[in-house]
């Protein structure tokens, strides 16, 4: 098993992330509010390097953004898990896309089969 984690960025496509998640029957997602480190430090007015064209980028976007934890059982679901959030935010590397990463679970309760 896996944990996908989607640090989401563009929260307007969470409910089509979601949806589409279902659609591979990923039976469940926890989403919470969370804020990056680039954001808390413009509210605080601490100067970091780049910070000018971080200033931009953030200023464009909403004032925090979605994480999305999502625990997927075989490495087919989680490659096309993948797929739905790179279809829908684009080249993660661009600033202001979010960040997406997993990890190996060797332990897992609660989940109905």
């Known amino acids: 098993m896996y944990l996908l984690v989607n640090v989401l960025e563009q929260t307007e496509h969470l409910a089509a992330i ?3 998640f279902a659609g591979l029957n990923i039976k469940s ?5 969370s804020t990056g480190m680039g954001r808390v430090l413009m509210q605080v007015g601490t100067a970091m390097p780049g910070s ?3 200033k931009k980028t ?6 925090s953004n979605k ?3 999502t625990v997927v059982r075989d490495k087919e679901t989680l490659d096309k898990a993948i797929g739905v959030v790179k279809s829908l935010c684009g080249d993660l590397s661009e600033p202001g896309k979010g ?3 997993t990890l190996p ?9």
């Open 52 to 54: 000018e064209e971080i």
């Open 99 to 101: 960040i997406l990463f």
């Open 58 to 63: 953030l200023r464009k976007m909403e004032p």
């Open 29 to 33: 997602s926890t989403v919470i509010n």
């Open 67 to 69: 994480m999305i934890f």
């Open 18 to 20: 979601l949806e589409r």
């Open 105 to 113: 679970l060797d332990f897992v309760d609660g989940l109905s089969a």
